[in-house]
């Protein structure tokens, strides 16, 4: 005990490790006052290692012991959160892993507009205010053919903002069979209620009629909403109404109709092999009053919510103070702008789009990748492992056609001493990480998403030294 006490003392004192110079290094770019925090905190962890005894008595403490604790802290404090990992899960568009990345035009479009002043809301003909989202209306007016548009900050937020505007103290209708969640927070008769709207719903589970919706009108309806199924298929004895049939109905009693499509693609996929996608501008041509979708799903752009539609209602939209508080930054609209430019003016999206990109990939090329990481990989890992190539299924994720996959190759690993589960681990723990998925207890490395062998070999570092 006293012996425990003797040590507490002999600590140094913060003052101490401040003049130490190895502290001066760290203080001629660092914040006295974080470094102070780091020196107090590590002393903080030694008096309770040595009060716990978990520091036995050999145990050597002095200034430099202290210091590297110091160092370490100082080293992880500077690495980012965000870090690069590979995704070979299979799954493209990833929302855990940040779903679109974004095509090289885009991302300088937001370093550009990062660093300078811009003339975000400054119409520079006329010397006065101007409109952040002038481009991107052109442009999505040009690419979908409606009258008008605007962008918010995710397709969520697009919901909200356009059954508030439409709707708000009235009746939303919608079919039982599109109630849907797309994943944790975002339920459509949670975010109704939220818009100010009440929920209407008509049909059943898997059958829902234009004599439903009929009926259900009254002198308080606000909106008729279809939502797209983006993440589930209600296959058997089923029926829905069609767009056009439920602007017929909405057009008959005066009643507008929106459609939230999720996903939403501004180009017929069906061209380059891919399962047909709504397209945005069949919607809008159908005659939807509003339609709203992602930035970053199918159309392969930043984070961003798009709704297209009349003009009357768009110009409510914007007028509606909740816009400001959903509007996207300037990072968004140059990165946005610039990838809906690639839709408008490029000759081939599927080269220059890296979603499309990922998505259009021959099964030849995936192969050709393929038998070169099994001979890297096998390498690597040495001889407790087998590696293989073999078919699999890739999916497009987040929520753009949840039941159709598109053929892949995998790398499968095994091994006779580790389960999936484990060998998943050790991927996982790599520098970068490396996401696999497992699949009937094997673990398996989706090639759709891997542009150079090399990045599927496992880099493992030992935590604490400095590279
Ligand atoms: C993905 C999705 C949303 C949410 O879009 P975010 O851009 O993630 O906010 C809403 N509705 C549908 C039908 C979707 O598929």
């Keep these: 005990m006293s012996e425990a006490r003797t040590r507490l003392r002999e ?221 589930y298929r209600i296959v058997g004895f089923s029926a829905d109404v069609p767009l056009n049939d439920l602007v017929d109905i909405g057009r008959r009693h005066n009643v507008p109709v929106m459609e939230d499509l999720g996903s939403g693609a501004l180009v017929d996929l069906s061209q380059y092999g891919l399962p047909k996608e709504p397209l945005v501008s069949q919607r809008v041509a159908c005659g939807a009053d509003v339609v709203t979708f992602s930035g970053d799903k199918l159309l392969g752009g930043p984070q961003a919510g798009l709704v297209v539609g009349t003009r009357r209602w768009l110009t409510q939209i914007r007028q509606n103070s909740l816009h400001r508080a959903v509007r996207c930054d300037k990072l968004t609209i140059a990165a946005l702008e610039a990838t809906l430019r690639l839709y408008q003016q490029s000759s081939d999206v599927t080269r220059q789009i890296p979603t499309l990109q990922l998505l259009t990939r021959s099964l030849t090329e995936i192969e050709r990748l393929g038998a070169n990481v099994v001979t890297i990989l096998s390498r690597a890992l040495g001889p407790g492992y087998r590696v293989s190539m073999e078919d699999a299924t890739s999916q497009i994720g987040s929520g753009a056609l949840p039941t159709e996959d598109i053929p892949t190759k995998v790398i499968t690993v095994d091994s006779d001493v580790m389960s999936a589960e484990r060998i998943a681990e050790r991927f996982r723990t790599a520098r970068p990480a490396i996401l696999g998925r497992i699949n009937n207890g094997r673990f398996l490395l989706d090639l759709r998403t891997i542009s150079n062998a090399d990045e599927l070999v496992p880099r493992w570092h030992t935590t604490g030294q400095a590279s």
């Design 11 to 231: 600590l140094p004192s913060v003052d101490r490790l401040l003049t130490h110079p190895r502290t001066g290094v760290w203080l001629a770019r660092l914040s006295r006052e974080y470094v102070t925090r780091c020196c107090r905190d590590a002393l903080e962890r030694f008096r309770a290692a040595i009060a716990s005894g978990e520091l036995t008595p050999e145990a050597q403490i002095d200034d430099d012991s202290i210091l590297a604790h110091v160092e370490r802290r100082i080293e992880s404090d500077r690495e980012p959160s965000l870090r690069p990992v590979i995704n070979a899960t299979g799954t493209v568009l990833h929302t855990n892993l940040g779903r679109a990345m974004l095509a090289p035009s885009a991302i300088e479009a937001i370093c550009l507009v990062a660093s300078r002043p811009v003339n975000l809301e400054y119409d520079l003909e006329k010397g006065g205010r101007g409109k952040r989202e002038t481009m991107i209306e052109r442009l999505l007016v040009w690419l979908t053919g409606a009258e008008a548009a605007t962008c918010v900050n995710n397709n969520a937020a697009a919901v909200l903002i356009a059954v508030n505007t439409l709707a708000n103290d009235k009746e939303v209708v919608v079919s039982r069979g599109e109630l849907v969640e797309i994943g944790g927070a975002f339920r459509i008769p949670d975010i109704l209620a939220k818009s100010g709207a009440t929920l209407r719903e008509v049909g059943t589970t898997n059958r829902t009629h234009p004599g439903d919706y009929e009926r259900a009108i009254g002198p308080n309806t606000g909106l008729l909403l279809k939502v797209h199924a983006s993440n």
